[in-house]
């Protein structure tokens, strides 16, 4: 079945470490997204990329980033310079052009301690 | 920037009835569309309804409504015979038309529904 595939699903890290969180899809969609969810404020934008090799900066960017080296995957890591990175993480997929929806992965769960 | 706002942080309904979660959002453009997203318990985002705004019609899934209002810039998802099921994050989402290079979705705080059996 086609879908988005997040891992881990729960991860644990000690501050002043840098972790990668991995998002793989087999929906050959050209777009995929990374989003920040923390209670009360939604959902927000960390990072895009509409094509390979090429990304572009979301709304809260800073202590992040990304590589696009193959469409199927879009790895996002978090680094030391992130304040607060303790979040749930989710990755999105969306085709190339149309309605513009968004196909969600089951998230991933980042705790600092 | 384009803003989305869901005034309701959270909401109640009897199971069997109907419920409707509010939305409004800030646009200058005149070609985007609009979606609701569920976030069940399992926490994985699920399109419920979209919405392209050169349509006049409002979009229906099943028992899922909305109630677009371009000129009011609302837009309200009407969910009729509550189920247990139904209970969950609701999201508001705006995107720009496919004409513009940025393409992100921009999404409101959320509304969170629980159904009472």
């Known amino acids: 079945d086609g879908g988005i595939t997040q891992s881990p699903k729960y991860l644990f890290r000690k501050e002043g470490q840098n972790v990668t969180l991995s998002c793989e899809q087999n929906l050959n969609h050209d777009a995929m997204y990374w989003y920040r969810q923390d209670p009360g404020q939604g959902l927000r934008l960390i990072y895009y990329s509409q094509i390979v090799n090429d990304f572009q900066k979301g709304d809260i960017a800073e202590g992040y980033s990304v590589s696009r080296e193959k469409k199927e995957s879009f790895p996002l890591t978090v680094t030391s310079a992130q304040k607060n990175p303790t979040a749930f993480y989710l990755c999105a997929s969306r085709r190339g052009r149309g309605t513009g929806e968004l196909f969600f992965g089951e998230g991933s769960r980042l705790t600092v301690l | 920037a384009q803003t989305v706002t869901q005034s309701q942080p959270e909401m109640s309904v009897q199971e069997a009835e109907t419920v409707t979660l509010s939305c409004t959002y800030d646009?200058?453009?005149?070609?985007?569309?609009l979606f609701w997203y569920k976030q069940p318990p399992s926490r994985q985002m699920i399109l419920v309804i979209r919405q392209e705004a050169y349509k006049q019609q409002n979009a229906t899934e099943n028992r899922f409504s909305v109630n677009f209002q371009k000129a009011a810039k609302s837009f309200s998802l009407k969910i009729s015979d509550s189920q247990l099921g139904d209970a969950a994050m609701y999201f508001c989402?705006?995107?720009?038309?496919?004409?513009?290079?940025?393409?992100?979705?921009?999404f409101g705080t959320g509304t969170r529904l629980t159904i009472i059996p």
């Open positions: 989402a705006y995107r720009r038309g496919s004409n513009f290079g940025n393409e992100k979705l921009t």
């Open positions: 646009t200058s453009e005149s070609d985007y569309y």
